[in-house]
């Protein structure tokens, strides 16, 4: 059992990203039959473009913004359905409904919202920042990417903190109805202690998913206007696809892989110390 | 349960091993029976259906060749990638740009400038087809032609009293009158970044002079110098367009023009079917940017649309080059230049579509010029530079990022 699974990690993974780290000591462009190796140029060169860093200040500006918003909607999401309602099922199942649907639809979509339906409205209304479409907009287009992004990813974490709440015994939510907590109380001294290591999970995924955006910018701008809301995912697809840069941009998958796996590490460190101290 | 994953796992891999060599089965498969099997490779999804009838026909001709259709979405990207895979399909059809350019340059293709079928081709289409990947051989056959012009909608200049501009100042006089009418001169679609590249290219194909590229290369010039004055005057056109411009994409302009919610249109030929999509009894005509004072040298830009390339490592080359050359046959090239809508690369097939009619000075003269951008690598993004030039209209910041880009890109390689 293990040695089919270890076999087809190693082939459709493992090999292919030492080819990557491979390549990213050489001048292929992607397409001819030669290739010189080059040393670190690719990296020293990838240090000097401000078309890169200007992608990681987006994507982690897009990402620490998207991180922390679904996990406050998540949660509060399920905190709400987690209380005695009615049609308790139906919402859950709603709630889930966009984490089913695929991102290019859920785009096109919200793209037709943006470019159709808000304009008329804050025409109507006589909103002036809503009467063009956002995407449109250098200064707002990575608002409408985070709207999307967070719509779609809610669904997930909702479903792990659900997960989580099954976890708490019910006889500490009874003990602290006889103190008479509030409702404040209890989120704020059991469930939320009592979930931490959801938490943790659930902010180390979303972290890394909104590192790694690709199709909602596919969707929603195409890294536009100008270079605004163009992702790493992005740059590396394009520069090194349709760039004819290949070599190039594997030194920037090479360098974002190290970024993400630390950013990861750190976070579960961080947070895991805070699951200990409860 | 063990024992079933396993074997689900183990299935999976024999399959994709099968999968791997399936091509390989495949064409002995066809050669034993008799039949040859060709792949058609090419990157117009609108021409799909042209070409099946046409491939229908030719089979009927040629009973022991199949001709498969291939044209997938992205074909770009998809060639690259099976080019780098060693797997290229027999023939590529795809337009002189970056893509034929680099794949020219890595050496997949055979060398067809000795082909007799060269010489019924427009010597102007051979040349960019040279120009375009830098090298002294021809590679492929143009095929069709693109033109970049400007469309317009002959009601609404019929109703303004407006007669088709010939030189700079009559165009920004025109949008001046269109606008104090109350009208939209140009709807700009901005959202989607290539959609700046038409109208830039036809300013910068007019001002930048003959050998730009070749200076620029040596380092004798630089975008900063040679492009201020078709900048300038993008940025000019800028001011004739509506509210939302930067939220509007390509397929919103189509359909807005249609209607006749602008006069003018800064697109090219090919947005023509579209636009009759969405409104098939639209009076439109179409003209060459008149972008300098004198409309003499006004040039039309007009690019390689569609090219035939026989790649190197094609098994079956001749049944290849006989697809080919049916094509280029006159009743053939002629279906298709009727169905697409399209300009023909073959010396005396023009286009008879009416619409077209006010490019026919421009081809009759041969005052042609290819598209500036595909001498631009794809690294430098010049669409989204662009798409930045729209927001912040600062055309010296845009000129020295253009400068800085193309060094960085010169300097990577």
New interface residues.
């Given amino acids: 059992m293990t040695v089919p699974a270890v076999v087809l990690f190693a082939v459709f993974h493992t090999f292919p990203a030492l080819q990557g780290i491979f390549y990213s000591f050489t001048n292929w462009d992607g397409l001819s039959l030669t290739y010189d190796f080059v040393g670190l140029k690719n990296y020293y060169y990838l240090f000097r473009d401000e078309n890169v860093w200007h992608s990681y200040l987006f994507t982690f500006q897009f990402a620490i913004v998207s991180t922390v918003l679904v996990n406050v909607l998540s949660l509060a999401i399920v905190i709400g359905l987690n209380e005695k309602i009615k049609f308790k099922n139906f919402f859950r199942a709603v709630y889930f409904l966009p984490n089913v649907l695929s991102v290019l639809i859920v785009g096109y979509i919200f793209n037709y919202l943006f470019a159709n339906v808000l304009p008329l409205w804050g025409e109507k209304l006589g909103i002036e920042a809503l009467s063009t479409n956002i995407l449109g907009s250098e200064k707002w287009a990575w608002v409408g990417i985070v709207i999307v992004a967070v719509w779609q990813a809610c669904a997930l974490n909702t479903i792990l903190y659900l997960a989580g709440l099954q976890t708490v015994p019910s006889e500490l939510y009874e003990a602290s109805s006889l103190d008479g907590a509030s409702k404040w109380q209890n989120f704020r001294h059991i469930t939320f202690p009592m979930i931490a290591p959801f938490f943790t999970i659930n902010m180390v995924l979303a972290m890394k998913n909104f590192l790694m955006v690709f199709d909602q910018v596919v969707a929603l701008t195409g890294g536009g206007p100008g270079r605004a809301t163009e992702s790493i995912s992005l740059l590396i697809y394009n520069g090194g696809f349709q760039g004819g840069e290949f070599a190039y941009q594997s030194a920037n998958s090479v360098i974002y892989f190290i970024v993400i796996m630390a950013v990861s590490i750190l976070q579960i460190k961080f947070l895991q110390k805070r699951e200990v101290d409860m | 349960m ?1 024992k079933a ?2 074997l689900v ?2 299935s ?2 024999t399959f994709s091993l099968l999968t791997a060599c399936g091509n390989k089965t495949e064409q002995n498969a066809s050669e034993s029976g008799g039949k040859v099997k060709i792949e058609f490779f090419h990157y117009k999804p609108e021409a799909r259906g042209t070409f099946d009838k046409l491939i229908e026909k030719f089979e009927k001709e040629n009973p022991n060749i199949d001709v498969v259709n291939a044209n997938p979405p992205d074909a ?2 998809v060639l ?2 099976r ?2 895979k060693r797997d290229m399909p027999d023939i590529v059809g795809v337009g002189a740009d ?1 893509t034929f350019a ?2 020219a ?4 293709f055979e060398d067809v400038t000795k082909a007799p079928e060269l010489n019924n081709i427009q010597p102007s289409y051979i040349q960019m087809v040279k120009d375009v990947s830098g090298l002294e051989q021809v590679y492929a056959i143009p095929y069709a032609a693109n033109a970049d012009a400007v469309i317009y909608n002959k009601a609404i200049f019929k109703e303004l009293g407006l007669s088709v501009p010939k030189t700079w100042d009559e165009f920004i006089a025109a949008a001046e009158k269109i606008k104090a009418a109350g009208k939209t001169p140009f709807y700009f679609t ?4 290539w959609t700046t590249l038409p109208a830039y290219n036809a300013l910068a194909a007019n001002t930048q002079g003959e050998t730009f590229f070749q200076d620029l290369n040596k380092g004798k010039t630089s975008f900063e110098k040679g492009y201020k004055e078709a900048t300038e005057k993008f940025v000019e056109l800028l001011k004739y367009g509506h ?7 390509y397929a ?1 302009g189509n359909v807005a023009f249609a209607k006749g919610e602008s006069a003018m249109y800064l697109q090219g030929i090919w947005a023509i079917p579209e636009i009759k999509k969405a409104n098939p009894n639209i009076e439109l005509g179409v003209f060459p940017y008149p972008v300098t004072n004198n409309p003499e040298q006004t040039k039309l830009v007009s690019g390689v649309d569609l090219l035939f390339a026989i790649s190197k490592t094609s098994k079956h080359p001749k049944e290849a080059k006989k697809f080919i050359d049916f094509l280029l046959k006159e009743e053939n090239a002629k279906a298709y230049m009727a169905e697409q809508n399209a300009l023909s690369a073959i010396k005396g097939l023009t286009q008879e579509d009416p619409m077209l009619e006010g490019l026919k000075e421009s081809f009759a003269k041969g005052a042609l010029v290819d598209f500036p951008d595909h001498y631009i ?3 430098i ?1 010049l669409a ?2 662009l ?2 030039l ?2 912040d209209q600062d055309v010296e910041k845009f000129l020295k990022t253009m400068d800085a880009e193309w060094e ?2 010169k ?3």
Avoid at chain 2, 105 to 108: D, L, P, R
Avoid at chain 2, 190 to 193: L, P, Q
């Fill in positions: 063990k994953l396993a796992m183990s999976a891999l770009g990207t690259k990638t080019a780098a970056t680099e794949l340059k890595a050496g997949m901005f959202k989607d970044a509210k939302d411009q930067f939220g509007k994409g919103d690598p794809p690294s993004n989204n530079l798409q930045q729209t927001h960085k890109v300097e990577r390689k």
